[in-house]
Structure formats: structure tokens, C-alpha cells
């Protein structure tokens, strides 16, 4: 198993553009969290997945943001119009359910200019 | 406010020496985890406890949960360079299972 893979690495986006994120899980692991990290700051939760279920919300997650996770594998999350205070490291994270032990990706650095 | 309040924020020590990190709260957790994450990189998990008074150990590293479950401190013995690195914990309420973050402990390793 590779772990969690996320992609793409970096962004650089204009403000105003849409992008989305893809994060594949590990492969047995039917949880799956989406977080935002900021400089100085843990990461912050936005939403989870059990299966193809979205469970929970974030306030943080606005109605710009969206997550989807067909089929129950990979998952994406995708940020429209954006703004500069969308500029964070988005985190993926995946988990069996009945634990807290959540297995990180590498994560997407996104720079909206 | 946090519901995970780490210290200290930042910790710039000497190869060798030794080190506290602590993580409070005042709620009671089911469990926490602690994680280390490199610049650029995701976070990457070092130990979870369960049991209050619980300790577990990780080479130099040590782990010890509150009798309460409300705080863990991770102390790390003959500190080296690559333990630099930003130390989060994190602690999930009831049966939610959804880790909540501390801010972490920023900690650089001089050699």
C-alpha cells in the first residue's frame, strides 16, 4: 500500500478560478477527512466521509466548497471563485472507522494570486 | 478558543539536550494521538494513547497520557537535528472519532 496520495503537490491559481483536489485514501480505510492548514496553525477540519457519505461539515466549509467521494474511494474537493484567503495547505487523511488514528497524504499547496 | 491547547509554541534547543512538550485541554478525550510534520510535508503519526496514565515509549520519545485524559506530554531525550520538526496533537470527543488539532509545538534542533 502507498499510504494516502494526494494531488496535485502545489497550486497556483488566479483569484476568481475554480480548482479541485484529488485524494486517494488507503485502500481498505472507508474514512476519509478533508482539512486546511494555515502557516502557524494545525490543521482544521473541514469535512469527513464515511464511505460515500459526507457525515459532517466544518462552518470553515463554505458554500464555495464542495467534496465528493463517489463510489466511497478517492475523493475531491473543489473551490470555487476563489479568494486569497483560500491560500493553505489542503490535507487529506484517511481512517477505518471506530478510530481516531488517521493517516495523512502529503498535501496540496494552494496559492491563489 | 482551542480545544487543544499546546506548549510551549516554539522550542529552539541544542543537540542533546532534553525536552517537554505539553498538550491540555479541558475536555476528556477518548483517545489522542500525537503526529510530527516536516515543512511541506503532511502530518505523520508517532503514537495514539487510550488509557489514562497510559505511557509509551518510541526510541527517545515518550508519551504519557493524564490520569484524567484531558492532557499528554511528549518528552524527548537527547534531542538531534532530526527531530526538528512541528509536533501536533490531536484528541477526538466521545465516539466521533474526528481528530481535532492542537497548534502544535514548533521544535528546531540546532546541531
Known amino acids: 500500500d502507498t499510504g494516502v496520495s494526494q494531488d496535485p503537490r502545489h497550486k497556483i491559481t488566479k483569484r476568481g478560478q475554480n480548482v479541485t483536489f484529488r485524494c486517494d485514501p488507503i485502500?481498505?480505510?472507508?474514512?476519509l477527512y478533508w482539512y486546511r492548514q494555515t502557516l502557524g496553525q494545525g490543521p482544521e477540519f473541514l469535512t469527513y466521509f464515511q464511505n460515500e457519505a459526507q457525515l459532517e461539515k466544518s462552518r470553515l466549509l463554505s458554500d464555495r466548497f464542495s467534496a465528493e467521494r463517489p463510489k466511497g474511494s478517492f475523493s475531491t474537493l473543489e473551490i470555487q471563485r476563489t479568494e486569497q484567503g483560500d491560500s493553505a495547505m489542503y490535507l487529506c487523511?484517511?481512517?477505518?472507522?471506530?478510530?481516531?488514528?488517521?493517516?495523512f497524504g502529503q498535501g496540496t499547496r494552494l496559492t491563489v494570486v | 478558543t482551542q480545544l487543544l491547547e499546546q506548549s510551549p509554541q516554539f522550542l529552539s534547543i541544542q543537540e542533546g539536550e532534553n525536552l517537554t512538550v505539553y498538550c491540555n485541554s479541558s475536555s476528556v478525550f477518548s483517545s489522542l494521538q500525537w503526529y510530527r510534520q516536516e515543512p511541506g510535508e503532511g502530518p505523520v503519526l508517532l503514537v495514539t494513547?487510550?488509557?489514562?496514565?497510559e505511557v509509551k515509549k518510541l526510541k527517545r520519545l515518550t508519551f504519557q497520557f493524564g490520569d484524567a485524559r484531558k492532557d499528554s506530554s511528549l518528552h524527548i531525550t537527547a534531542a538531534q537535528p532530526g527531530d526538528t520538526g512541528l509536533y501536533l496533537c490531536a484528541g477526538s470527543l466521545g465516539g466521533s472519532y474526528i481528530p481535532t488539532f492542537g497548534r502544535g509545538t514548533s521544535l528546531i534542533v540546532h546541531p
Open positions: 487523511a484517511s481512517s477505518l472507522s471506530g478510530t481516531a488514528e488517521a493517516f
Open positions: 494513547v487510550v488509557t489514562g496514565g
Open positions: 485502500s481498505e480505510h472507508n474514512r
